[in-house]
Each structure stands twice: as structure tokens, then as C-alpha cells.
């Protein structure tokens, strides 16, 4: 049964239409019958997933323009080639069209291109009912952007104009003093000195509040600019809450197979996949290290943490580890063994991982704040959880859009060459091909860039 929008369908139409413009024009339907086959349908992905190539490349260099073109070409080929998403990419399945959306609606958000943004945003929603979350997630960091941008630019034109003030009131300063004497008295006492404005963005905060606060008061300063600015995704936002509204749910199609469901440990599985993922970035001897000099320099707020972090990670393991019946019966996935074998051996074993979920989603925490604000870092787990939390089913497809994110902002990509041949091991380290060989096409990619 079919359970998701039928945007994949809608770009097969156009993917035909134009390999076969003639039967476009004589409208004949039954002419693209003929041309749908299984093949043809499926290499729509293929045209997908090179396009999440590109837009990687695009999205590296927008965000970390000092990596340069070759490394950046050099990563997003790594991501193209990551495991669970080359296999979709030969399957006719929304997952790669899905993720080629969510990139294109960030690379143009980044761009300020807002309206194209909001647009690729409300297509991604048409392949994936869940990206809506995404959206969100974009567009509320994106404004904040904005509205940084537009504080900047207002505390540039400030200190032009004051400058041009200074000037002035030297040639008049007795002409001044005597008409109003009380008008540089009045200047300083508005609550809202513009000179401490830009004395205050200088500032490294290191208070999770004061980011806040400092977000909301540029939000605040900015309001009805970044209103107008970012009023298409607000638009797109209605009509999702209008349509799941009209629909009863956000689930298409066996709604009795897809229910909303508390999967607080699917949490913690997605942190367990992308640190194995990534696994020379997450456990290696450095990355420890920094987790282990964080704890020793906050002993009291790292004590608490780890302790709140353990008990939540236990109730959800004891509570809320669901067993999809799809997950008991389908052993044509890995996820069906991985559960048989892994987390359900012994009684114990769920219990056991406890300590590596926790110290999983540290190590990404930690790896995402070296490069990211923490307003940036809270909202990426909070729409982490709000994507996986309510999924009874444990599927890895379902973690792909989250683990480009987080590689795209993982400051390991500016360190040294040395990070190329640790990202390929953690990306393709777990795959076994024919003969027990692993195939070496990705490792000649790779040298023939120089990476």
C-alpha cells in the first residue's frame, strides 16, 4: 500500500516527458505506459542521487568555502557512495529524492533565495510527509541568520552615520550646546543603545541562556523584516497543518501499520548508527580525549549531565523499545537480524548499549558545537527526535537526511587530507563485497583527487 505523497511519481512523469517529448505532445497515456519500465523507473533515482552529489559539493563549499573544491568534491562523492543511500539510489523509492530536496531547499535558504527555498521545501514534503520538520528546522535557523545579518548591517550604517555626526557636531559644538543642551543626554539613555548593540555581538558567549536571549532580541529587532522574509515557509507550514488536519494524521495510506508511536529509543539508535558511521571520528583516541578533558573541566555540570543522560537513555530502552511487527516478520532486512541477534540475545543486552547511545550522542554533540552555536545544536536534536521519535519502525534509511547534516557540519571535514582515508573507512568500512575483496573504485576516486 502506498504511504507516502506521490512527488517521486511526479518527477518520473517529468524524468519520461522529457526522454520522450512526443509522447508528451500527442497526450497519448498509454505511450508512457510503454516507456515506464522497471528500469527506467528506477534510474529516476540515479539522476537523484547525482544531484545530492552536487548539491553536497555546493553546500560544502557554502558552508566551509576554505575546504576548497577538491575536498569538497572529494566528500560529496563520499556521501553519494554511504551504503543505505547507494543502495536506494537503484531502488524506486523516496528516500533519494527525498534527501536531494532537503539539500536543495538548504543550499537556497543559505543563499537567501528564501521563496525557491520554501518551494523545494513544500516538494520535499511531497515525497516525504516528515521533511515538513526540516523545513522548520531551516527556516528557524535561517532567520536567525537573517536577523544577525540585518543587526550587522544596521551597526555598519550606525557607526557611518555617527562618524558623520562627530564631524558635524565639532563645526557647531557651541551652536549645539546651546539649542539642546539636553539632546546627547536624551541619545544615551534610550534602552536600546545601538553602541552597546555592537559591543555586545563581539562578544563569545558562553551561557546557553544568553544565546537565547541574544537570538531573540535580534529576532525582535528585526521582526517584521525577517517576517516578510521568511513568509513562504510560513505559507507552506499552513497548508501542511491544513492538510494533516483534513487527513486525520500525518500517515498515508495503512495508517493501522504506521501509528504514531513514543520510540524514544529510536533516539538513541539513530546516535549509535552515525557515530559507527563516522566511527574513526567518534571513538578515536583524540575525540575521546576531548570528551574526557570536558568531563574533568566541568566535573559537577558533566557529573549531572552523563547521570540525567544514563537514566533517560535506560527508562526509554526499558519503555519505549517498539517492535514493529514489520521488524519481527521481514528478514530481508538488517535491522531484522541486528534485533534478533544484537539487542535482543539476552534481556541484558539492551541495557548493556545504554553506555555507548550515551557516549554516541556526546561525541555528536560535542563534534556539532565545535563549529555550530548551541541554539544550532539543540534545535538539530530536537528535529532529530521529532522526525524519529513518532517512527515504530526501525529503519537506518530513515536516519540518512539527519547524517548529511551532521557530516556537512562536522568540523572535521577542514582538518587535514589524513580525515579523507578515516571518513572512507567509516563510510564504507562495514561493507563486504563479493569474494571477500573490498572494491577499491571509491580508494582510486579518491587518489586520482589527490585526497
Known sequence: MITTPPGLYYISLAYVASLFPGAWASRIAEAFDAFCTTALLRSTNVIMAMACGVLVHDLLLCIRPEIGKRKATAFAILVTLYPIHWFFTFLYY????????????????????FWVSAAFGAFSILLRQTNVIWMIFFAANGAIAHAQYLNVKDNVS???????????????????????????????????????????????????????????FKLWNSKWEVLIAFIPFAMVLVVCVAFITWNGGIVLGAKEAHVVSPHFAQ???FGLVSAAALLPWHFSPSQVYDLFHW??????????????????????????SIAHPYLLADNRHYTFYIWRKVIQVH???????????????FSIVNILGKSQTRVWVLSFVLSVALVLVPAPLVEFRYYTIPLVILVLHSP??????????????GLFGNLVYRNGEEANSSVQILKSLNC
Not at 539632546?183 to 555581538?201: D, F, G, H, Q
Open 347 to 361: 534481556w541484558m543486552m539492551k541495557y548493556i548499549l545504554v553506555p555507548i547511545y550515551v557516549y554516541s550522542w
Open 295 to 320: 568531563c574533568r573541566k566541568n566535573k559537577t555540570y558533566s557529573f549531572f549531565s552523563i547521570l540525567i543522560a544514563l537514566g533517560t537513555s535506560l527508562f526509554s530502552v526499558h519503555f519505549f
Open 94 to 113: 523516496t528516500d533519494v529524492a527525498s534527501l536531494a530536496a532537503v539539500l536543495a531547499m538548504y543550499l537556497s535558504c543559505l543563499k537567501k533565495q
Open 412 to 425: 572535521m571535514i577542514n582538518h587535514s587530507d589524513g580525515n579523507m582515508s578515516l571518513a572512507h573507512r
Open 267 to 269: 533516539l538513541l539508535y
Open 158 to 216: 550606525y557607526k557611518n552615520s555617527e562618524l558623520t555626526d562627530e564631524s558635524v557636531s565639532k563645526v557647531s559644538d557651541s551652536d549645539n550646546k546651546s539649542a539642546a543642551p539636553g539632546l546627547r543626554k536624551r541619545r544615551n539613555s534610550n534602552p536600546i543603545n545601538k553602541r552597546e548593540v555592537v559591543a555586545e555581538s563581539n562578544k563569545m558567549y558562553t551561557s546557553f541562556t544568553k544565546e537565547i536571549w541574544d537570538a531573540i
